[in-house]
């Protein structure tokens, strides 16, 4: 941006979360000015260096979320709202925002269908897109206690409905007391489920992809990689990827995405199924990566590209970004979860010390994230050490 003009300002939701954080830095960065937002603050009012303190909001699930958003919008002079985890509220009231910013979100019935993960499916299957069987109970019952699925393996995958990010509340489960044990839980917890059949493969079989489309529906940017550890370690939160050139997943997913008329980014897990060595489409997350930092640190700015198409620059005028293929993005405290988990698992084993020893002395592996804007990181690890205190006074109280 040519300094001599007025910036254009960018409002991004959830500062204090990692995502938030790399779409303030990469923003700033790019030459944008930008504020923040979040519905928590950090002890001492701790914030990036690269904008002011940041506006207190709340909770997205407040019916005063959106009224408080626009006032924020107005006062501050707002020109592009990057919405992280707050797309649903945004979406449902995107004409209202649109008076006061621009801002590049699904329409709600888009929306709706990519947090249905039923319906994901569903509409996966009438387009002929690889991905797991939908099994009733009674059948995935049958199969489990029978030893066969007809067709899948002998596990199968009970998760919520509604798609919470997180691997939270899905379950794998190989017998059909588990299954019925899990289905209580979860649905007392998060409401509906859904049984689908089990895609084999290793842990190295999981795909991301991180896209964006524009207010068209077309393809602007796009960046995979490969997940080598999580957490859980079985279908978790990635705590080590190595970036991929996989452009065929775009092409197995955008008629979806099409079809439902998608505009702003969205976050896809594939696996790679051991008996066909075909992609299956797991999931969509209907928002930014929570690995966001990854794709940024490889050269794929989504949040300044996100700005641009709110803006109305068309996919066509976005040059694609080029990245770089195996290179490592760690996400720290998932990895060292991961580690801990296996070691919990299975014990400690040479095989696992020298895995873990070739992963943190690879030359390409990186943290995500701008290690000259401490502050952040410090005021989150404070934020936990407090919660965790409060925690343990709470425990000796009882």
């Given amino acids: 941006m040519d300094s001599g003009k007025v910036k254009t300002r960018v409002l991004v939701t959830d ?3 990692r995502a938030g954080l790399v779409s303030i830095q990469s923003l700033s960065k790019a030459g944008y000015d930008v504020i923040g937002a979040d519905d928590r603050r950090l002890p001492f009012a701790l914030h990036s260096k690269y904008t002011p303190p940041y ?3 709340p909770s997205h699930e407040d019916p005063g979320f959106v009224a408080a958003l626009i006032g924020l919008l107005e ?3 707002v020109d592009v ?9 945004v979406s449902r009231n995107r004409a209202a925002v649109e008076e006061y910013a621009d801002v590049l979100v699904p329409d709600p019935d888009a929306f709706a269908a990519a947090h249905d993960n039923r319906r994901t499916l569903e509409d996966c299957a009438a387009l002929g897109i690889p991905c797991p069987r939908i099994l009733s109970l009674p059948t995935a019952l049958r199969a489990l206690e029978e030893g066969t699925s007809d067709g899948p393996a002998l596990h199968v995958v009970l998760k919520p409905r509604k798609e919470l990010g997180g691997s939270r509340g899905v379950h794998i489960v190989g017998d059909a007391e588990s299954l019925i044990r899990a289905r209580d839980r979860v649905e007392e917890k998060y409401g509906p489920t859904v049984i689908v059949e089990y895609i084999p493969g290793a842990p190295e079989a999981m795909r991301a992809l991180n896209v964006i489309l524009d207010k068209q529906s077309r393809v602007a940017a796009h960046f995979t990689f490969k997940k080598v550890r999580e957490y859980p370690i079985i279908g978790g939160v ?11 997943l775009v092409d197995i997913i955008l008629p979806l995405l099409q079809r439902w008329e998608w505009q702003g980014p969205a976050d896809i897990e594939f ?4 008996r066909d060595g075909k992609p299956k489409l797991i999931e969509i997350n209907p928002r930014v990566s929570g690995n966001l930092g990854f794709a ?3 050269g794929v700015g989504f949040p300044e590209i996100a700005a641009a198409l709110a803006l109305g620059t068309s996919a066509q005028a976005i040059r694609t970004p080029e990245y770089p293929a195996e290179m490592k993005g760690i996400n ?3 990895y060292l979860k991961s580690i801990q988990s296996e070691a919990k698992a299975r014990g400690i084993h040479w095989t696992m010390v020298k895995a873990v020893w070739s992963e943190l002395a690879a030359k390409r592996a990186r943290t995500n994230g701008d290690l000259t804007d401490p502050l952040p990181l410090v005021g989150k690890i404070l934020l936990e050490l407090r919660d965790r205190t409060r925690g343990l006074f709470r425990s000796g109280a009882s």
């Fill in 238 to 248: 990635c705590g080590l990827g190595v970036s991929t050139h996989e452009p065929e």
């Fill in 75 to 77: 006062s501050e002079g």
């Fill in 81 to 89: 709202l990057l919405p992280l985890f707050c797309v649903e509220a």
């Fill in 55 to 57: 506006s207190r909001l």
């Fill in 15 to 17: 500062a204090t979360i």
């Fill in 296 to 298: 940024i640190n490889c």
């Fill in 332 to 334: 720290v405290s998932y």
């Fill in 271 to 274: 696996k790679i199924d051991s």
